[in-house]
């Protein structure tokens, strides 16, 4: 089954997706996410000027050799745009090697370890109250977690806050980064008041997550994690940049609210030492940017081996390529959490067809054979690439924070 064609293509419904598309000589494609929000051009150039052309003639079959090869044949390995290059070719194959099957993906990975996928959805809103009202229309829909961002009184523009009420929330809100100012005190002294208010109104049945989005110190984050303990989180995610895999620690040691990290993560050598010392609980690297399904599913084994789950990222900005593949991930993987869903429009949703559904707070997985996404190339030439760039954030005195 040889691969004779390989297209990137990049479009831009609404926001910007970089899809791989992969034909084999049979006629049967296969389609993978290679979009890095705010660096697309970069991983398009990298499979366009390097992968695709050592793609053409190679077996389709050989996922695993293909995998070992663009890893560890590029030399320079690990770092998001080469593992997102490496996870987009990962994930075409699989959808390949799954439709030659005529296999829905879970079924080719090992079967349903459950019948639904438990997901959660962002509620928002620029002050407390309105967070509330955003809490109660989840509720509504069936959602049986949340993850809760509220306006922070004092700080002009908060990560996870749609500009204006009744808008979407999208990160990569400006041609160039947007300039943000963050205080760290502020914030602190808020987050309580948030849970405190919604497990009042919510009671203690629903799941709450909060995203800390890099933003403290480990001493800090210990402090916010003893505050929340009374309104038990589900988990609180990314609450420092964790270059540093040590900085887990002393959080631990702090608190018995669950941690979550890994959005920005790409490869199991950024997570091995804190899942090995137990010092999270959900690990959130996605297909798409941690190397697709046969290296995610490493960090899944390791993880599962010392208690941690998975909880993939599901922003806007990986595409429904990407939460298709995930959601035949989560059927399968044994040491499932979470799997967060930040809803696409209608108008990504038309560019990728597919054939999951959201029901009563879950996903269902669909019986198509392969990752159950297509991309429909007519659709997507009609929206051309547009530059957009994700927000830095500065503290009150001018310092370059993280956002
Ligand atoms: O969904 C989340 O948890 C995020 O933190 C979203 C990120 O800000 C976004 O994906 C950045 O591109
Ligand atoms: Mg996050």
């Given at each position: 089954m040889k691969i004779i064609d390989a297209r990137v293509i990049v479009t831009s419904p609404g926001r910007n997706f970089v899809t791989l598309k992969l034909i084999t000589e049979s006629g049967t494609y296969g389609?993978?996410?290679?979009?890095?929000?705010?660096?697309?051009?970069?991983?398009?150039?990298?499979?366009?000027?390097?992968?695709?052309?050592?793609?053409i003639g190679?077996?389709?079959?050989?996922?695993?050799?293909?995998?070992?090869?663009?890893?560890?044949?590029a030399y320079w390995r690990r770092g998001p745009v080469t593992m997102s290059a490496i996870g987009a070719v990962d994930m075409a194959l699989w959808d390949i090697k799954a439709k030659a099957a005529n296999m829905p993906l879970y079924q080719l990975l090992g079967g349903k370890s459950r019948e639904r996928v438990m997901t959660y959805a962002h509620c928002t809103g620029k002050d407390i109250d309105s967070c509330l009202e955003e809490v109660a229309r989840h509720v509504e829909l069936g959602y049986k977690a949340v993850r809760v961002q509220a306006g922070v009184p004092g700080i002009e523009?908060?990560?996870?806050?749609?500009?204006?009420?009744?808008?979407?929330y999208e990160p990569a809100d400006a041609e160039l980064p947007a300039e943000h100012v963050?205080?760290?005190e502020k914030y602190l002294n808020h987050v309580p008041q948030l849970f405190a208010a919604v497990r009042e109104r919510f009671g203690h049945e629903l799941h709450l997550l909060h995203d800390v989005h890099h933003r403290l110190t480990p001493i800090e984050a210990a402090r916010l994690g003893k505050a929340v303990e009374p309104y038990h989180l589900f988990w609180l995610e990314d609450c420092v940049p964790a270059e540093n895999q040590e900085s887990?620690?002393?959080?631990?040691?702090?608190t018995t609210t669950p941690l979550a990290i890994g959005e920005v993560f790409n490869s199991i050598h950024d997570c091995r030492e804190m899942?090995?010392?137990?010092?999270?609980?959900?690990?959130?690297?996605?297909?798409?940017?941690?190397g697709g399904i046969t290296h995610v599913r490493r960090i899944a084994d390791l993880a599962s081996l010392y208690h941690v789950r998975t909880g993939f990222h599901g922003p806007t900005d990986l595409s429904p390529v990407c939460l298709g593949a995930a959601i035949h991930f989560d059927t399968w993987v044994p040491n499932f959490g979470i799997q967060e869903h930040m809803p696409h429009d209608e108008l990504t949703d038309s560019?990728?067809?597919?054939?999951?559904?959201?029901?009563?707070?879950?996903?269902?997985?669909?019986e198509t054979p392969g990752h159950g996404v297509d991309i429909d190339e007519e659709a997507a030439a009609r929206h051309p690439f547009k530059r957009a760039s994700l927000p830095v954030n500065?503290?009150?005195?001018?310092?370059?924070w993280h956002w």
């Open positions: 389609i993978g996410d290679a979009t890095l929000n705010g660096r697309e051009m970069a991983v398009a150039a990298y499979l366009e000027e390097h992968v695709v052309p050592a793609l190679r077996d389709a079959s050989r996922i695993e050799d293909t995998w070992q090869y663009l890893y560890r044949g523009t908060i990560y996870g806050v749609a500009k204006r009420e009744g808008e979407r963050w205080s760290t887990l620690r002393l959080i631990r040691e702090h899942i090995q010392n137990q010092w999270i609980d959900y690990i959130r690297t996605p297909l798409t940017h941690g560019v990728f067809p597919h054939d999951y559904r959201f029901e009563d707070g879950h996903f269902l997985v669909g500065r503290l009150e005195d001018g310092t370059l």
